[in-house]
Structure formats: structure tokens, C-alpha cells
């Protein structure tokens, strides 16, 4: 039998993962076995009893700000990279539920034939009973990101922290993929965070977390057993924090 750490770090987390992070080694759009590996990641966190709920983004398929940038109409190109982390939710909850966990997805933007409306209270409820939910379609609002939606689920579902799964094992001083001297803080605050210009998450997601005092832990989701690893309280990440 496994060994189960009976006292994980947290009881209720938020794991933000990128759409980039589903794409492996494929230039463009979903890698089945990159999002099974990540599954297997999340389901190793829910057998230890943690309520896990998701948000993830839609830049391996859309991007808003890049349509945007293009010429596109900037609330279309927005909607648009919102149906796009629909597609990925919908990804993500067939490899969990292949897994055997049961999982909802719940979109901002109503449509009853794919996933369910977002009711707060349904959706805690969901956690409650052990399922993994995962948040589809950022807020449904234009000129948000899904880093804000991503601090918005996470207060709303009153979650203990968030997990941003990055290619990189932390928050660093600069670009650790550029520079060797880059030094990785073990512990930061929201402050450090703005007046360092540190690109954890977008500035109104850290204003958000900040002002509602919810705790980020970014590590790297490129470590087998590293989301798991965290909340057993082993692991290398940085946690963000008040």
C-alpha cells in the first residue's frame, strides 16, 4: 500500500496550470500523454484526501491578447481564448475520469450541453463530495485573464492556496532559462512581487490574492511528484505570500 501522509499541507487547493503545459513537446494545440502525466499528478494529490479545483488556460489553442495584437476585435479575441480552456477542461476531465476520478467542469459561460453553469455553492458542494471541479471560461468577462479567474475560484471556493504549476521550480530574481546566476526565492511577498516586476501572475491576480490573503505556491509541474511532494511538505517551490 502506498504511503499516505496523513496530514497533507493543505485540505482545499487550487492548481493553475498554463495551456501551454498540456501542449508536450507539440508546437500547437493538446498532447494526450503531457495531459495524462498531468492527471496522474492530480490524482496523486486527491488520494491523499486534498479537495482539488483547476483553472487552466487556453494559449496552446487561443490566445486573446495575441488576436488581439493581430488586429481581432479585443472582446471576441477574448471569448474566444475562453472557449479555447473550455476545450482543455474537457481534455483534462476525461483523463482524470479515465483515471476513476470523478470530475466536474463548470464554465462561466452557460452551455448545459458540455459542462455546467458556474453556481458557487453547487461547485463547493462538488469538492465536498470529493470530486475534482475544474473552472472553464476564465470569469466569462473580457480583459481578464485566467491568473485573475484562476485568484477569483480560489476565494470564492475558499480554498487554502494556489498551485501554479510552471516549467520552472520557483520564483527567481530573473529568466533562470537565460540567466545561470538567477538566484529562486524560497518565500516572497505580494509587495516583493510587484516592486520587482516578477512575472508570477498578471498584477490584478496578485492585488486579488494579496488582498484576500490567498497564499501561491509556484513550483515546477515538470517534476513527477512534485504537486504531490509539496503538500506532503517536501519539494522545491516559492511561496508567495503576505
Known amino acids: 500500500m502506498a504511503d499516505t501522509p496523513p496530514n497533507p499541507t493543505y485540505k482545499r487547493v487550487l ?10 513537446n507539440t508546437g500547437f494545440g493538446l498532447h494526450p500523454p503531457t495531459v495524462e502525466r498531468i492527471a496522474r499528478e492530480v490524482k496523486s494529490v486527491h488520494d491523499m484526501g486534498v479537495e482539488v479545483c483547476m483553472v487552466i488556460g487556453g494559449g496552446n489553442i487561443f490566445r486573446g491578447l495575441q488576436g488581439s495584437a493581430q488586429g481581432m476585435e479585443r472582446t471576441t479575441a477574448d471569448y474566444m481564448g475562453m472557449l479555447a480552456t473550455v476545450m482543455n477542461a474537457l481534455a483534462m476531465q476525461s483523463a482524470l475520469e479515465g483515471l476513476g476520478i470523478f470530475t466536474r467542469v463548470i464554465s462561466a459561460i452557460p452551455m448545459d450541453q458540455v459542462c455546467e453553469p458556474y453556481i458557487r455553492r453547487r461547485a463547493v ?16 468577462n473580457p480583459y481578464f485573464t485566467t491568473d485573475t479567474a484562476a485568484t477569483l475560484r480560489a476565494s470564492e471556493m475558499a480554498c487554502e492556496a494556489i498551485f501554479m504549476g510552471k516549467q520552472v ?7 533562470p532559462k537565460k540567466h545561470d546566476d538567477a538566484v529562486r526565492y524560497d518565500s516572497i511577498t505580494y509587495d516583493d512581487v510587484f516592486s520587482k516586476n516578477l512575472k508570477v501572475m498578471d ?23 512534485g504537486f504531490r511532494g509539496i503538500l506532503a511538505g517536501q519539494g522545491t517551490y516559492t511561496r508567495v505570500h503576505s
Open 125 to 140: 458542494r462538488h469538492l465536498e463530495k470529493k470530486r475534482v471541479v475544474i473552472f472553464a471560461a476564465g470569469t466569462g
Open 203 to 225: 498584477a490584478s491576480a496578485i492585488a486579488l490574492a494579496r488582498d484576500n490573503d490567498m497564499p501561491i505556491v509556484v513550483f515546477s509541474l515538470d517534476e513527477p511528484g
Open 15 to 24: 492548481l493553475k496550470i498554463s495551456g501551454e503545459a498540456l501542449m508536450g
Open 169 to 175: 521550480d520557483g520564483v527567481y530574481d530573473k529568466d
